[in-house]
């Protein structure tokens, strides 16, 4: 389905006097209300147990929490965890933040939803950046670095029947996401999508965007997809 999202922060009117953002954590934008949107057709509920992978400000893990279910968040930025403990006190919600990589953290845990919105921008620089805001959106020169490995993980991490949710951006492959998906034995599908007119990040790489074919001549929106994955 195609779903309309404004390129405007997010919004979450179970979340009253919004979102605190520590300096360089990355803050909800059009990509984050649009897994909103997805994992609001889900099952949620007090006997759900729930990972968000990158959490960011905790934005989705607290919408999450508002219905009940049992949610962790994890997040490799202590500025992140420091934003969603801080944002979980202020709204009093209960809310598992855990600071470091998420297979290491979650080791020999399973959920029956995991979602996540990773870093799947593009960059010229094919190394992971281990500091500073970019974390949030490079994810190597193919943009994806971190997506190839929640692929591989997802199956350790969902419970039978669970569902893996994740956004990302078009310039990084939807139908290799698709594929390693399958081939790790889950069953996905393309279930939203949106166009979003590109943020400074994108617009600052034109040119390179260009050469490595993932950009025409004056495109200047971004295809965003979520992917819904299940167990069976």
């Known amino acids: 389905m195609e779903v309309r999202v404004p390129s405007t ?12 953002a520590l300096p360089g954590v990355y803050q909800p934008q059009a990509d984050t209300r649009l897994l909103a949107a997805a ?15 990158g959490t960011g400000t905790g934005a989705l893990a607290l ?40 297979e290491a953290r979650t080791t020999g845990q399973r959920f029956d939803i995991v979602f996540s919105n990773p870093p799947y921008v593009p960059a010229p620089d094919g190394r992971v950046p281990s500091r500073g805001p970019e974390r949030a959106w490079d994810a190597g020169r193919d943009g994806r670095a971190v997506i190839d490995r929640i692929c591989a993980d997802a199956p350790a991490l969902l419970r039978p ?13 939807a139908g ?57």
Do not use: K, Y
Not at 180 to 192: I, K, N, Q, S, W
């Open 9 to 20: 922060a997010l919004s979450l009117a179970s979340l009253p006097g919004g979102l605190v």
């Open 39 to 53: 994992l609001a057709h889900e099952d949620l509920g007090p006997h759900t147990q729930v990972l968000e992978i």
């Open 63 to 102: 919408h999450a929490a508002t219905t009940g279910a049992r949610v962790t968040a994890v997040d490799v930025s202590w500025s992140a965890v420091a934003t969603a403990r801080l944002n979980a006190w202020i709204h009093r919600l209960p809310l598992r933040v855990l600071h470091g990589d998420f």
């Open 161 to 173: 029947g669970g569902v893996l949710l994740m956004v990302h951006s078009g310039l990084c492959g």
């Open 176 to 232: 290799e996401t698709l594929d390693r998906l399958a081939g790790a034995g889950l069953d996905p599908e393309v279930t939203a999508t949106a166009s979003v007119p590109w943020g400074p990040v994108l617009r600052s790489r034109r040119s390179w965007l260009e050469q490595q074919g993932l950009a025409a001549e004056a495109e200047e929106r971004e295809e965003l997809v979520v992917i819904r994955a299940q167990r069976t």
